[in-house]
């Protein structure tokens, strides 16, 4: 058996997920103190909410060595949250203890699930927290916080015991609904309190009636107001008995024959809960089977010329759809600000570490994006980053003696366009070598033509190649030529592309675009000989036959032009897909970015609402460079069309000034 | 944590084409479905035959026909063996499913340069004397293009 017994299973699991949460807020707290250098009240608030709850826990499911520990740092942020000012000065060291006191619960929350956990050894962190409460407390102490023996710390007159209590609550027997009930007793205590927390902390959940059964309504509480605390808890009929978990003291209960009120109060509301992502993914998948379904049913029905019957039960079922696509949207994305803690952790730790100065910026924080395409981008990026600041970015000597600023900078920008998600991670570093990474290849041999042929853009592309490094010797971020075939395989298997572009002594720019789910879109549907193509009418500005405009089309320079008011570049799908024209054409005049051009492309069949589906990762990256194919959507008979998106068309072909396709 | 090895992992669906036999792992493989309606895109890939939607997955289907240099040609046992790669379905379409036997273990020296064979083949095993060109669909994305 392992360190949890299997009948702790639920509460385990309970936990884990209440302490990832926490930890995340944790971290949240930490990068805005890191970012401006002081530490704000709320959020010290909320950083000492947090360890008091993570202390009860832990001491619940018999995590002694953690709650001991964590109780520890509850007293030093105790110190902090009566007066912010003490942590001036110290700000670097506080920080990161706290950073390796977050590390610590975080990894035991994740190790808590292999079979064979056991507890890890928390006296290095331990000793280190007594050293700064002994600092704050104004004992002996050096500079350098030697290892002393650590005294009992005066106790605060704020102590938790007044202030913060954790309470392990029992139901009566026969008490029915014991969730509704639980969350009913939530509400009530909370205006009386400063923070509350409970385990479990989803009542909606199936599991959680019988949690609290099983293991008791465990609530931490920090209240000015214990006394009433303790009076709600007493007079609630349907509590038998609560008990203090600090003091093990057990609160009398009501006399067992005391009547337990009976309503029917089941409805209720909480105003945040966590859901699986799976479950969000569901929803979003059936949302878009049923506005494709919808897309079917009605071009069936306008086949069968029985439309006008249904008109406006097609009308309200697609404003039901649109609602519903709208709110599944709503909850699958999330901004790009919450992932960007570990990025700041990352950069500052490894500033230290290298011992260099670096700035580090994140643009486009508020951008809204699916969630499950952040965290897989999360590793790729964290691995640029390191490759940023352990590569790129030159010591301060280096730096000032190559007239730079002895501060280097990192960024990383996050943009929407054309249908993906950009990510620039950019340095002001020492920048690539071509001619190096040119030499290492060959040693490596990785050349597949003569090296003079290779373009600047194909060198940088070797770096991407397993095992390729031009570190002669490994750190602890980088150098083994681990990590960047895993950024270009990660960045595949988003159906993504990864491109380099870096000037030696300016710096580096990695550049990641991959598609982002898009919601459904209004397109325009037509065919290039066997190819039922889509282009969404967002980007449409006209459609005209090709012989009405036969007398504006000109020819220069090898390429197709059109004459429209200015002149636009014509994109020849049929000789871009190679299939022979057809007699019948039409040319659909598009824009984007500013950027105008034209389609050259068969006859206009109609009008479709899409839901985007992604090409599959091997396939994406090609038809979207060369065709600017963005992803494709099913159409009536069960068809898939591609959808050319104009952004892509003309970012990909822009600069070419022949509008010839190549 | 390691997956176990399964009684599949030994184990070879063979197929014939031109008088070739083809095999690919079973433990790979999905399902094996009549050749469905399939939506033509235009050919950046060798042997890329269409798409079709499995399972609601915008899922490729490759041509063993086209990879092998020839036209398609559907008759009445003609199929789609179906991958799984690591959550992606990839398809191969083949004139009919021969036989599930299990793995020799006369593996041949195979050179994929002096082979006439598609770039599908990865490994060559001797069955009952008759080579069998053990085949990934996948890897064709990476070759064939």
Redesign the interface.
Known sequence: MGFFSTDMESLVEEYQREAIELMEEFNNCLTRFSRSGSIAQKDINSLFRIVHTIKSSSAMIGLQAMSTCTHRMEDLLLIFRDDTKRIDGNESRITDLLYTYGDYITAETSAMSEADFSPSATEPLLEAINNELNYFAGAESTAEHSAASVPELPKNPESEERDAATYKVIFRDECNMINVRAFQLVKQLRPHCTSLSSMPADFEKKSAAEQIAKNGLILTIVTEQIDEIKKLLAASPYIKEYLDIDTEEKAPSLPVNTPVEEDDTSGYTTKFVTVAWEKIQGMQ?ITG?LITAYTLLKSGMREKNIVKEAEDDLLALRKFLAVLEMLVDAVSMAPVSSIASPYYRLIRDMSKTEKKQVEFSIFGEELELDRNLLDLMSSPLIHLLRNAVDHGIESPAERLAAGKPANGKVSLSVAIFGGSARFIVADDGGGIDPEIILKKAKDLNLLVKPESEYSQSEIFKFIFSPGFTTNKTANQYSGRGVGMDVVQKSVD?LGGSVDVKSTVGVGTSFIIEVPVTMSSTECLSFSVG???CLVPARSVDKVCALHDVQDNLTILDGGLWLRDKTMIPVFDLFE????PSSTECCIIVIHAAGQRAALLTGVISGEQTAVE???????AS??RK??GVSG?S?IG??????IINSELLLQNHHGEGTGHYE | MSEQPTELDHMIVTFVHDETIYGIYANHIMEIIPVPKLTPIPKIIIGVRGLFTYKGAITPVMSLAQLCGHADSDGENACIVLQNNDRTFVGLSVCSVNELIAESSQKLTYTKSASLDSPLVIQCVLQYEKPVMIIDVESTFNSGS
Not at chain 1, 613 to 619: A, E, G, T
Not at chain 1, 637 to 642: E, M, N, R, T, V
């Open positions: 998948n089977d298997s066997q190819y039922p871009m897909f190679s299939e589906r992604p090409l599959p990762p091997m396939l090609l038809y060369k065709f494709c099913i008979s069960g068809k898939l069309a591609l």
